[in-house]
Each structure stands twice: as structure tokens, then as C-alpha cells.
């Protein structure tokens, strides 16, 4: 089992940039799946990025790639989502969450584990 917790949210211009972190508990951090959701009010909670365990490959939402990079610290179990280029519509609760076996990386049903998540509001 393990436990996320999302931190480096904020309020952000447009065009600024935004460094999500997630501290897992736990000494088996490596043996995850990471993955970045993200639910703006009244809308379902999207795919946003995913990453392997040993972090060699990495995957993305199509309406964030190259502006969002997904990496990993297996030694400081921690992931981060760094968010360049903020766009309003890029407001949302950002969660991470964790699969040991992952059925599907696109879907929040895939995942085990979720953290409380960590509000990103842009303004423009």
C-alpha cells in the first residue's frame, strides 16, 4: 500500500509555469505506475500524464504535450509534473495516483492509489 500526497499548487498567470510534486509513503515507490489526473469543476477527472516504473517512458494527454513533463525520483519517492506555458483552461485539481498493475493508464479505474489532490488555478 502506498500514500500520496500532492503538494505545489497554486494561483498562476498565464503563461507561467507550475511544479506539482507527489510524496509517496512507503519503500516499494518504484514498483509504480505514477500517473497526473486533473478535474476541473463539473467535469470528469481526465488523464494528464504517466510514467513507468523505472521511468523510461513516459505518456501524455494529447491537449498537454509539450507543455507538461512527468518525471520521477524513485530514491525521494516522489513524482513531479512540471506544467509550462499555463493556460486558464489548465485549472483544475491536479491528483496523482498509483498502479502496481495497471489495466489501463488512461483511466482513473486503472489506478490503486490517489492522493487528496492539489488545486491549480490560472488566471488570464
Known amino acids: 500500500q502506498v500514500q500520496l500526497v500532492e503538494s505545489g499548487g497554486g494561483l498562476a498567470q498565464a503563461g507561467g509555469s507550475l511544479r506539482l510534486s507527489c510524496a509517496a509513503s512507503?519503500?516499494?515507490?518504484?514498483?509504480?505506475?505514477m500517473g497526473w489526473f486533473r478535474q476541473a469543476p463539473g467535469k470528469e477527472r481526465d488523464f494528464v500524464a504517466a510514467?513507468?516504473?523505472?521511468?523510461?517512458?513516459?505518456y501524455y494527454a494529447d491537449s498537454v504535450k509539450g507543455r507538461f513533463t512527468i518525471s520521477r525520483d524513485n530514491a525521494k519517492t516522489t513524482a513531479y509534473l512540471q506544467i509550462n506555458s499555463l493556460k486558464p483552461e489548465d485549472t483544475a485539481v491536479y491528483y496523482c495516483?498509483?498502479?502496481?498493475?495497471?489495466?489501463?493508464?488512461?483511466?482513473?479505474?486503472?489506478?490503486?492509489?490517489w492522493g487528496q489532490g492539489t488545486q491549480v488555478t490560472v488566471s488570464s
Open positions: 512507503g519503500r516499494t515507490f518504484s514498483m509504480y505506475v
Open positions: 495516483a498509483a498502479a502496481i498493475t495497471i489495466s489501463t493508464l488512461y483511466r482513473p479505474s486503472g489506478y490503486e492509489y
Open positions: 510514467i513507468t516504473q523505472s521511468g523510461a517512458r513516459t
